[in-house]
């Protein structure tokens, strides 16, 4: 029985994450179309990560030492069947749970599905609670393909005409046949040269290349609305890698908000807490309170009793509509430890006059 972990130079009972980053990593080195390429070692690592990458196949392996899964008619105990791949057996019901992409950016099959879109990028944002209530314009400096500026994506010189792509005769289409270790694979790709296009600039832009995709530093200016909660995701459509005659990916943010030392969030309402003293519940006072526009005085009304809600109208969260919501004050009475000797004896005439 072969040791998959050892084939992808991990140690036994190695996560799944493991898993796809050894396999990444090897196949990168070992695919044979690569340099370094060696179809035996890659046929070896692909095979090794059919099981690992595989939760239930995982699962088996390292439990039983190989896999039930797939139901390959040799009963070769590797679980690994190339049906499953040919036949779309991804998806197919058998508990074979496979990252596509995985597979095809490796073989260079030419699937149109990865030409089509770039990746897209997920950001964090860190706010402090102010910003998340208010609102507020990030500035992020993102590492990645963008639309070459100069030609706009089109990847020629400015001012010069696209011409027909003399690798594809226009088609924007390839029939090839190509030898795999799988046996003679046919397959139609796009045209590399043109990208399916069937057409290449005459002049290439000199800033790109021609390729009207640069890899660069862009920066992006994320506008986070007032009142966004912890944990909430903000996606930008086509913000993410950027991709030669196809669409952009996108740009996920995702925000976290620091909790606020004195001031608590629900919904469209804050609320804080505010000591008062017992004279002061008793007899009445003004008080300051911080709100997250500044300081408010409000007065507390004689008699007031702990655990009474004061409120500060629109000092609140701003919803959707721009209407804030209020700010609460809870009362919160101090009844003192220590009395002195002057403070109890006045207490005590209280007490004889039945308060
Ligand atoms: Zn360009
Ligand atoms: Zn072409």
Request: aromatic share 8%.
């Amino acid at each position: 029985m072969k040791d998959y972990y050892q084939i992808l130079g991990l140690q036994k009972g190695a996560s799944r994450d493991e898993v796809k980053k050894a396999f990444r990593k090897l196949s990168a080195t070992y695919h044979p179309d690569k340099k370094t390429g060696d179809e035996a070692k890659y046929k070896e690592i692909t095979e090794a990560y059919a099981t690992l990458g595989d939760e239930k196949k995982k699962a088996e392996y390292d439990t039983y030492g190989h896999s039930f899964a797939g139901g390959q008619p040799g009963g070769g105990a590797g679980g690994f069947n190339w049906a499953d791949f040919q036949q779309g057996g991804f998806s197919n019901g058998q508990g074979f749970e496979f990252d596509i992409s995985d597979i095809f950016e490796n073989f260079g099959f030419g699937g149109g599905r990865r030409e089509s879109r770039g990746r897209d990028i997920s950001i964090e944002i860190n706010l402090n609670f102010s910003e998340s209530v208010f609102g507020v314009s990030r500035k992020v400096l993102l590492t990645k393909n963008s639309t070459c500026t100069h030609c706009k994506g089109t990847g020629a010189k400015e001012g010069t005409q696209m011409t027909t792509c003399t690798t594809c005769n226009g088609n924007g289409k390839i029939h090839e046949t190509k030898q795999t270790f799988m046996g003679a694979v046919s397959t139609v790709r796009e045209c590399t040269t043109c990208n399916g296009t069937g057409k290449v600039p005459k002049e290439r832009c000199g800033y790109c290349v021609g390729a009207g995709v640069m890899r660069g530093q862009e920066e992006i200016e994320i506008k986070i609305p007032a009142g966004i909660q912890n944990g909430e995701v903000i996606r930008m459509t086509g913000r993410g890698e950027a991709m030669q005659r196809g669409q952009a990916g996108d740009l996920y943010i995702k925000i976290h908000v620091e909790a606020h030392a004195t001031i608590k969030r629900d919904g469209t309402t804050l609320l804080t807490k505010m000591p008062v003293k017992l004279t002061d519940a008793l007899l009445g006072g003004t008080y300051t309170v911080t709100t997250l526009d500044g300081d408010v005085t409000i007065t507390i009304p004689a008699g007031i009793t702990h655990g009474e809600m004061l409120r500060i109208k629109n000092k609140g969260v701003p919803n959707s509509a721009n209407q804030r919501g209020d700010f609460l004050v809870q009362i919160s009475i101090e009844v003192p430890k220590n009395l002195s000797r002057k403070a109890k004896k006045l207490v005590e005439d209280l007490r004889a006059e039945g308060i």
